[in-house]
C-alpha cells in the first residue's frame, strides 16, 4: 500500500469551496436552491498536486490520463468515515486547494 499523508488545507480553499458552500447549503435548505453546485471541482488541480496523484481514500495510483478525475479520491478515508453526513463537513487533511 501507498502511504498517504493528510495535506493542509491551502488558504485559496475557504474561498473558493467551504465559504460558498455552507451559503449553498443554507439556500438548498431554505429551498431557494434545487442542486448543490460542484464546488469542489474547483480544487482537483490543487488536490491531485498535493496528493501526488495518489487517492486518499484507496492508497493507490491514479494515472492523471486514465484515471478517474474526482475530488473523492482526495478525501482520506479516515475523514470520510467521520464526516458530518448533513453538513459534508471537511477537515483541511481532506482539502487541498
Known amino acids: 500500500m501507498i502511504p ?3 495535506q493542509p488545507e491551502p488558504p485559496a480553499f475557504r474561498r473558493t469551496v467551504a465559504d460558498p458552500g ?12 434545487e442542486d448543490l453546485p460542484a464546488l469542489w471541482r474547483s ?9 501526488r496523484d495518489v487517492c486518499a481514500y484507496a492508497a493507490i495510483y491514479i494515472d492523471p490520463v486514465t484515471g478517474a478525475d474526482s475530488v473523492e479520491h482526495f478525501a482520506p ?8 453526513p448533513t453538513t459534508g463537513a471537511t477537515t483541511a487533511s481532506s482539502a487541498a486547494c
Open 22 to 33: 455552507t451559503r449553498a447549503i443554507a439556500d438548498f435548505k431554505a429551498g431557494v436552491i
Open 4 to 6: 498517504v499523508v493528510p
Open 77 to 84: 478515508k479516515s475523514d470520510v468515515m467521520d464526516r458530518e
Open 43 to 51: 480544487c482537483l488541480e490543487d488536490l491531485r498536486a498535493a496528493y
